[in-house]
């Protein structure tokens, strides 16, 4: 069988890395002028590089060819050991999901005890999934970076950086922290382009574009998705054998539906989704498709362009931008999203389709805040912390939440002292002090209403223009 594409494309170099320069510059730098850390923290999503990088540090620390920026040769005998990931016995990998304890910590204890195998050479503990392991494997590793051993460098890569804050907070204080991007869909496809003309594949954009979105940020899902397309066939990598491959669903299937959705059509849903189901489809992978596409259309709606769909599916999605509003796409995107949980579980997830997308098609249009306000003459109820800039764009808004904010008896100072127009700060905490406040007992009064506001004018002459010129009745 043939090497995998992640493994035989993996990056030699700080360079190669795709898309994470902000750290692969400075590591290489760090290497460069001889200030290496004794620790490092890799946080990022999965696919992104994070044990690449690890690795690619271990080999320039411990590269018998070292180029003056920094880059390992890739070349030598302790590059290619440390790459291909086979034994060297300066570099230690170790999958903290399956080595959790405390057991482990101490042994990592001991053996970070023992010096590099030469007088030039690094020892590097490479900790993946890092946030796995337990607070008495932390406090382990807090007494071997308060005193680290010479020529001793710890990478820990994670997930989940959150986790290791409340499990070991003094150990991250010790740790370089270096945040990898999410790769994005364009990055995806010129890379899967350049692993694919070395391998003299041809591709189809379209085709790679889908593998990358399936990939979902994740440069080695991509690579992984593109082996198995690969495996399927002949010549070109084509839309169609992508779909095959991955068992996803054409994107005309999508543009219909939301054809569907956009004239209210409720009753054609079920032939279509029982075609689809007739298809074969897998209807979680189905769901995610439809909310990449309802995502596409939110943003052509938003700013008249989205990335990683096909033109042909950018001209479907603009046909349709003045039938939906913002507020439409995000109340589907959020049906759709409080449904997945139980998705994956039901027996009943053709039904459980059917009934989204019939309601997708009868829901009502949201009409804007403006019309509402306009409409009721009442104001809005109150809200979180609103600053200066909305108040100047909506002052109908502000206003109207100003006058309505809960006021706490009991609470000093009920009102703080005039501050400053620009002073966004206080105005965020007395905002947040309403809404906090709001389980509290509330006294809403015409006199508490008018006081409130007339120190919001005194605070803000942008706001007291507004309010002379709008018509102040609207608040009562
Ligand atoms: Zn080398």
């Not at 979105?213 to 054998?241: H, K, N, W, Y």
């Not at 759709?336 to 039901?346: A, K, N, W």
């Amino acid at each position: 069988m043939s090497l995998a594409l992640a493994r035989k494309y993996r990056p030699k170099s700080f360079a190669g890395v795709a898309v994470q320069s902000h750290v692969s510059d400075t590591l290489r730098g760090a290497i460069a002028r001889g200030r290496v850390a004794h620790g490092y923290l890799l946080c990022g999503p999965r696919g992104t590089g994070k044990t690449t990088l690890a690795r690619v540090l271990a080999m320039a620390l411990n590269c018998e060819n070292k180029a003056s920026d920094g880059e390992p040769c890739g070349e030598c005998n302790s590059c290619t050991r440390i790459w291909s990931g086979s034994s060297s016995m300066d570099v230690v990998e170790i999958d903290a999901a399956s080595n959790r304890g405390v057991d482990d910590a101490r042994d990592l204890r001991e053996r970070a005890m023992y010096a590099p195998s030469g007088d030039d050479r690094y020892k590097v503990y490479i900790v993946d999934e890092a946030h796995m392991l337990t607070r008495e494997a932390w406090n382990a590793l807090l007494k071997i970076l308060e005193e680290p051993p010479p020529r001793v460098v710890f990478v820990f890569a994670t997930t989940d950086p959150q986790k290791i804050a409340q499990a070991a907070a003094p150990v991250l204080s010790r740790l370089q922290r270096f945040d990898l991007k999410r790769i994005g869909t364009s990055e995806i496809v010129k890379r899967l382009q350049s692993v694919l003309g070395s391998e003299d594949i041809g591709a189809v954009p379209d085709a790679l574009a889908m593998i990358a979105r399936a990939a979902d940020g994740s440069m080695r899902d991509a690579l992984s998705l593109t082996d198995q397309v690969i495996s399927i066939g002949e010549g070109p990598i084509t839309s169609g054998r992508v779909r095959e491959a991955l068992g996803l669903v054409a994107e005309d299937e999508y543009l219909a539906i939301i054809d569907l959705i956009a004239g209210h059509r409720a009753g054609e849903m079920f032939e279509t989704i029982t075609r689809l189901a007739d298809g074969g489809v897998d209807f979680a992978v189905f769901l995610s498709g439809l909310a990449d596409m309802l995502r596409a259309q939110l943003a052509v709606v938003l700013n008249g362009k989205a990335d990683g769909i096909t033109p042909s599916a950018l001209v479907a999605l603009t046909a349709h931008r003045d039938d939906f509003s913002p507020g439409d796409l995000l109340r589907m995107l959020s049906l759709l999203s409080g449904i997945e949980p139980q998705f994956r579980r039901s027996s009943q997830q053709q039904l459980l389709i059917e009934m989204l997308l019939v309601r997708f098609a009868l829901l009502d249009r949201s009409i804007s805040l403006e019309e509402v306000l306009q409409g009721l003459g009442t104001p809005n109820g109150p809200q979180s912390s609103s600053p200066p800039a909305a108040i100047r764009a909506r002052p109908y808004q502000t206003l109207a939440r100003a006058a309505e904010a809960p006021v706490q008896v009991e609470k000093t100072p009920l009102y703080p002292e005039p501050q400053p127009a620009q002073s966004s700060p206080d105005w965020k905490s007395e905002f947040d002090q309403s809404s906090k406040s709001s389980a509290n007992t509330r006294l809403t009064t015409e006199a508490v209403r008018e006081e409130r506001l007339a120190r919001l004018r005194a605070q803000d002459p942008v706001l007291d223009a507004a309010v002379r010129e709008l018509d102040l009745d609207l608040l009562d």
